[in-house]
């Protein structure tokens, strides 16, 4: 009886979505037209959508005048490594946190909540003095690395997944002889996959975007992301929009296509963390 | 890898015959699994936290031996033009930041909430700007928003309006080109907030009320919109704190200019801290941010509790 939508109103939807997501889009639709045109036609009224003779020189030519191909690989180095350290020590840490019952959890699991109501502005000059002054870590991959591996939302989203995980069936695995560590790699961990899946995405774009990390602890060019990579072109190349838009355009693919395969994870980590929380 | 170092290192073979008792043993073993990333978070997150809360009462510019000079430090923002009207436009760009976002990210969740084909394309489409980088955001709507040439003068001009405003470079006009640009960015990680508890509420309910004669407005203001308002309250505390910590965005779009136009708290803690190395300032400047989180926090749960009795 509810999946009667009258034909009219259908119409009427449809027209409705088409002009939200046209006006919503129009900056990257925008952004993909200019950079495939020189920078004497980005401005041109009326706007050629699609260039008649596009220029895709701009897209070989961002590779030439910053090391862009460099940035590209600093940034998935330091992504990846990120990923993989937050996916272990934040199913690890969700795991004692829901199912192990010890003294004193609480008490740890609600500073782990605390600190994610506690803006970075309030740490960040001091957690840049302790990187330069203690480890002398400043200018390396390695201190972004460790920024962003040990944040408390990840370990909170894995947790309410895992509190999601029935006790019997953890119980039946101690009787049989499983060690809690056995339990968490044989029955914990194949659960949570779906979790896992939303924390990898997660942890993925906001490294990938992360731009003001890059921007304080970063010197060297050689060591640079392509955030950073793309601000240098803007400063640099202030005029060349052509290519500005041609970097941006390709600093967002990697974002598009994990976003596309797993934007249901996405979508869910985004509502269960969200209401659930 | 990690996972299997940790199990053979930290799980010792059961004590046979005592010395440890269960309860003793089942701590240890749920430390064992807190304690990678906790050592991370202690060391990262906590320790700068109460450094912060050391330095807002310190002069210290990151070399010299710190000397405590007490609420100084306090006083000097108190009383610093700069830092009143950072507080100033931190307000006003939050008001305007929740109330249109909720608006329009309600409103979207209603509407992609249809069964209809290809309905996830919308979807998608609307929530691609939230997962988009700052940088590249940043960098086409400068240009988009650019005094003579730009696509919004232009449609402005076209529209009638004579001489329509430099935007990122008018100091005027600067704060709401960036609360466009931040509304634009966030509506659609909303939006699916909302989708999430609209989906969640009973189809009976709805047919009910369709039986009872109730039409699509009723419907949703009388029985959908009081469902909805734990996200409502969810939704307005996350916008207010993320409004209220705005930096990455603002910072791509002017750096906080032209002139201190756009220099909202948190850019403010940013230059007494990168430009002016001043750490006690910018601490206490970041002590003021957290209270005024803190205190929203605090109050939206207060009131969602009394309106959930």
Known sequence: MLNKIPTWRKVLLYAALILICAVTLLPLVWMLSASLKLDKDVFRIPIEWIPSDPAWSNYQRIWEQVPMLRFTFNTFKVTIITTIIQVFTC?????????????????????????????????????????NNVFHMVDTHAVLILLHSFDAFGVFLLRQFCMGIPNELLEAARIDGLSEYGIYRRIVLPQMGPSIATLVIFTFVSN??????????????????????????????????????????????????????????????IATSGLKG | MA?????????????????????????LVGLSF?????????????????????????????????????????????????????????????????????????????????????????????????????????????????????????????????????????????????????????????????????????????????????????????????????????????????????????YALTEGGPGTATTLLSQYIYNQSFVSWDYGRASAAAMVLFAIVAVITLFQFRLEKKFSE
């Not at chain 1, 890059?214 to 202030?238: A, D």
């Not at chain 2, 799980?11 to 003793?24: Q, Y």
């Not at chain 2, 710190?66 to 006083?75: A, I, R, S, T, Y």
């Not at chain 2, 988009?132 to 232009?154: P, R, T, Y």
Request: net charge positive.
């Open chain 2, 34 to 250: 807190i304690t990678p990333n906790f050592v991370g978070f202690f060391v990262l997150n906590l320790i700068p936290i109460l450094f912060a809360l050391l330095l807002c009462f310190n002069k210290w510019d990151g070399f010299n031996p710190m000397e405590f000079v007490g609420l100084d430090n306090f006083k000097y923002i108190f009383t610093h033009k700069v830092f009143q009207q950072a507080v100033v436009k931190t307000v006003i760009f939050t008001a305007f930041s929740v109330v249109i976002t909720m608006l329009l990210s309600l409103g979207l969740a209603v509407l992609i909430n249809q069964k209809l084909k290809g309905i996830g394309i919308f979807r998608t489409a609307i929530f691609f700007p939230y997962v988009a980088s700052v940088v590249a955001v940043a960098a086409v709507w400068q240009m988009l928003f650019q005094k003579d040439m730009g696509l919004i003068n232009e449609i402005l001009r076209a529209l009638g309006v004579a001489d329509p405003p430099g935007w990122f470079a008018s100091t005027k006009w600067a704060l709401p080109a960036v609360i466009v640009v931040n509304i634009w960015k966030n509506m659609g990680y909303y939006m699916i907030i909302y989708l999430a508890a609209l989906q969640d509420i009973p189809t009976s309910l709805v047919e009910a009320g369709m039986i009872d004669g109730a039409n699509a407005w009723q419907r949703f203001w009388r029985i959908k919109w009081p469902l909805l308002r734990n996200a409502t309250f969810f939704v307005a505390m996350m916008l207010t704190i993320n409004s209220f910590k705005s930096f990455d965005l603002i």
């Open chain 1, 91 to 131: 199913s690890f840490a969700a795991y004692g946190f829901a199912k192990c019952q010890f003294k004193g959890r609480n008490l740890l699991f609600l500073l782990y909540v605390a600190t994610i109501a506690v803006p970075w502005q309030v740490y960040m000059l001091p957690q840049y003095t302790m990187m």
């Open chain 1, 208 to 269: 990938w975007n992360d731009f003001m990390g890059p921007m304080i602890y970063l010197n060297s060019t050689e060591l640079k992301t392509v955030q950073l990579g793309i601000r240098m072109f803007m400063g640099q190349y202030s005029t060349e929009y052509g290519l500005i838009m041609a970097a941006s355009v390709v600093s967002l693919i990697p974002v598009i296509i994990v976003f596309l395969i797993f934007q249901k994870q996405f979508v869910q980590g």
């Open chain 2, 3 to 27: 996972v299997k170092e940790k199990t053979g290192r930290e799980a010792p073979p059961a004590p046979k015959g005592g010395g440890m008792t269960l309860r003793r043993r089942r701590t």
